[in-house]
């Protein structure tokens, strides 16, 4: 007789292999198919112990205090701004993330993007391809050499930024809570002075309520006319409305953008400007990074399964 296999629900597809390891491991219940939280809840699923979500999903509210047997919510993604925190700690539900296997690529994606929009290379690309070089030389850009890079959030990403950064001759300077003691570079504490000390302001910190709209418009003054900003952090963090008002009337030089507020539509007013470039949240999609992330978000919930200590539980 076979042995019943554990019961995990699923909340949004995940890519290869990460999607096929799951479902060979476990008996997965596929939330994203269901009507509504509703239907889902009164079916198998609403019985399981266990989820599993992704970084750039939010999980609908009804489902962490619907599911009574609910004991683990394991996530690909090291931001966990999508999981109901307080209803999880209220029901004693473990949270476990992917830290430190995507920090890498999240920094090399962040440099990518600083580079991107500094030397102008989307439309460098579009002005070989459209003939126009055939007409005139392409304009001259920005070097980030000896500018200073202000990072909000200067903790696992952020710092490995800062390291690449370096690399690139930049000096660095950060926001965050508190001051890192073991850390020297220049700290402010606010991000508007930051921006103001700052050529770059590239966002590594949380999502969440907590740094909603922390950038706004004061901040994109603060940065000012021939100021860059870099977004690998989490829509949410931005207002907006604001950065298109400061890109439209070049109250910032430009902007380098993973991640928006209502994923996967970016607002349609960026797309009409050259002083942005926009990617898909793709700064942790190598599948290098991903099968690394998937594989550690799957030996968390076996470790839960067969009774051990998670690996990489959120405090
Ligand atoms: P981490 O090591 O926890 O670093 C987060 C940093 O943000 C810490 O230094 C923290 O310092 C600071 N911070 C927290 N709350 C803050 C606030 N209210 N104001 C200012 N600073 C604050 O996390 P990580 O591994 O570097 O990941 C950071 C974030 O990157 C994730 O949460 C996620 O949102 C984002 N991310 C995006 C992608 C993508 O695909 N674009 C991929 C991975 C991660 P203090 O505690 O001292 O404030
Ligand atoms: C992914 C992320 O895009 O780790 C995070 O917080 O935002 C990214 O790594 C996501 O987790 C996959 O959905």
Redo the contacts with the bound molecule.
Sequence with gaps: MSEARAEVVQIAPMPSPTGERLAERFTVHRYWEAANAEAFLAGPGGQAPAIATL??VTIEKALIPGMPKLRIVSCY?????GVDLAAAKAKGVIVTNT??V??DC?AD?GISLLLMISRRLVEADRYVRSGQWLKAEFKLTAAPRGKTLGI???????LAVARRAEAFGMKIAY????K?AEVAYPYYAT?AALAAASDYLLL????GA??RH?VDAKVLEALGPKGYLIN???GSVVDEAALVEALQHRRIAGAGL??FADEPRAPAALFALDNVVLTP?????TLETRTAMGDLMIENLRRYFDGEQVLTRVA
């Design positions: 970084g750039n993604g090291v931001g966990v701004d830290p430190d995507l920090t999240v994606l909000v959030g200067l903790g696992r990403i952020g926001h965050n809570r508190g890192r991000a590594t910190c949380p999502g907590a740094t922390l690998v952090a989490r993973d991640v949240h793709i700064a942790s999609a």
